[in-house]
Each structure stands twice: as C-alpha cells, then as structure tokens.
C-alpha cells in the first residue's frame, strides 16, 4: 500500500474535482466547483462581503473577485451596497443562483454518498477526523 499521504491526497482531490465536473456539466450546471462553493456560502447566509466568501471557500481575493464577476455576469448573483460600510458591496444569490445551487446540492449529495459507500460508519468517522485534524494542522 503506498503510504505517500501527501502525493495520494493530491491524486484523489484531482480525480474527485474533474468527476465532479464531469457530473455538474452532465447535469446542466456549468458553473466551476469555487463559484458553486460561493452559491452554497450565499444559500447558507446571504448578503456576504467578498473577504467573507474568500474565507469560508479558501480563495484569496482576486480569485473571488474573477468567481463573483463571472456569477455576476449569468445572472446568479448580485452586488449590492453595504448600508453599514458605504466602501464595501455585499453579494447577493438570485434565484436563478439558488435553483443551481439546488441542482448542484443535489449532485453534491449523490457523490458524498458514493464516497461513503463500502464504508462503515467508524470508517467514515475516521476519515473525517483525519480530515478535520489536517484543516486544524495547515489552515
């Protein structure tokens, strides 16, 4: 068994990133995997500022700022004016960003569980404890 964890992490993140594209243009969403990532933050708390989003999708702002203009663009979301900070926007899911998020949750769901399968859940819970402890070690 290879115990190279850094290079298998690396191979399974880059099949899983292109299956999962592969299965989001199958399902009619074009979007990328980060601008989805900002749709589901947006679904989760609206009204969001660019750092905000940044943060929680772990991208540094000019990559925000490319995703956010691109969903801009189709029509999934929207900048508005911060009331509180007049220097800075908030962004703001459309409907038409909340049914590709609907349509992507629901594809994102169906590949979780093909991850899980095969596993028990004591298995399960280790691979997110390994998981967890590796976002606490390098984040």
Do not use: C, W
């Not at 399974?12 to 979007?31: D, P, T």
């Amino acid at each position: 068994m290879d115990d190279r964890l850094l290079f298998l992490m690396s191979k399974a993140q880059y099949v899983l990133k292109n299956y999962l594209k592969k299965e989001f243009k199958s399902g009619g969403i074009e979007l990328s995997a980060a601008q989805i990532g900002i749709l589901f933050a947006l679904k989760n708390k609206n009204g969001q500022s660019m750092n905000e989003l940044g943060r929680i999708i772990s991208i540094d702002n000019a990559a925000i700022t490319r995703h956010v203009d691109a969903l801009e663009r189709e029509g999934s979301v929207k900048r508005l004016p911060d009331r509180n900070d007049r220097r800075k926007n908030l962004v703001i899911i459309t409907r038409k960003g909340l049914a590709e998020a609907e349509k992507s949750a629901v594809i994102a769901r169906r590949v979780n569980e093909m991850i899980k399968e095969g596993f028990s859940e004591d298995e399960i819970n280790v691979f997110k404890a390994v998981f967890n402890s590796f976002l606490k070690k390098f984040i």
